[in-house]
T-cell receptor
Framework: SQQGEEDPQALSIQEGENATMNCSYKTSINNLQWYRQNSGRGLVHLILIRSNEREKHSGRLRVTLDTSKKSSSLLITASRAADTASYFC???????FGTGTSLTVIP | DAMVIQNPRYQVTQFGKPVTLSCSQT?????MYWYQQKSSQAPKLLFH???????NEADTPDNFQSRRPNTSFCFLDIRSPGLGDAAMYLCATSREVAGGSVNTEAFFGQGTRLTVV
């Protein structure tokens, strides 16, 4: 199977809280990327972390990478209702996507 | 400005009737991908092109074919659609760098939702 796994599969939080999603990937990577997908739409790139990086920030996003465990996490701080979407990690040059986390932020 | 354009957004086809989905890009990226995404699932890579080099995923059914006549356009052909092929089909592009060892981020189109009746 192409897919890595993400957990949780679904996450529901109140606006203003932080949301954390985890990703386990399968291959040796040059980088790992996170994408967001609003319902019924295409995916949008959020952030890329290279294999020699351990942590990266972009606005309210914080990504960590542990290559020894083949895992990554995405933290969204101070969540907003507009953050409601599905979030996927992607590994490899072919962008194999993990199973995804469906995030609901309640206003 | 739309950079990866998929047409149509919605496609209804009859069971067994060949259908073609199209994708165009204005990014001049050398890599193009086709994904299938079923409801509440992750996108599943069907195949991709590095320039004109076609790379098929091992588990992509023979029913799915692709053509890339030039850098800008890529087509997904479903030769005999079955009910199980109803899904969102996503096209994406990226740019290969560093001699092929690294690809930049992927840019996605809005997808074509295929219904098989």
């Amino acid at each position: 199977s192409q897919q890595g796994e993400e957990d949780p599969q679904a996450l529901s939080i109140q606006e203003g809280e932080n949301a954390t999603m985890n990703c386990s990937y399968k291959t040796s990577i040059n980088n790992l990327q996170w994408y967001r997908q609003n319902s019924g739409r295409g995916l949008v790139h959020l952030i890329l972390i290279r294999s020699n990086e351990r942590e990266k920030h972009s606005g309210r996003l914080r990504v960590t990478l542990d290559t020894s465990k083949k895992s990554s996490s995405l933290l969204i701080t101070a969540s907003r209702a507009a953050d409601t979407a599905s979030y996927f990690c992607a590994e490899g040059n072919q962008f194999y996507f993990g199973t995804g986390t469906s995030l609901t932020v309640i206003p | 400005d739309a950079m990866v354009i998929q047409n149509p957004r919605y496609q209804v086809t009859q069971f067994g009737k060949p259908v073609t989905l199209s994708c165009s890009q204005t990014l001049n990226h050398n890599v193009m991908y086709w994904y299938q995404q079923k409801s509440s699932q992750a996108p599943k890579l069907l195949f991709h092109y590095y320039d004109k080099d076609f790379n098929n995923e091992a588990d992509t059914p023979d029913n799915f074919q692709s053509r890339r006549p030039n850098t800008s356009f890529c087509f997904l052909d479903i030769r005999s659609p079955g009910l199980g092929d109803a899904a969102m089909y996503l096209c994406a592009t990226s740019r290969e760098v560093a001699g092929g060892s690294v690809n930049t981020e992927a840019f996605f189109g809005q997808g074509t939702r295929l219904t098989v009746v």
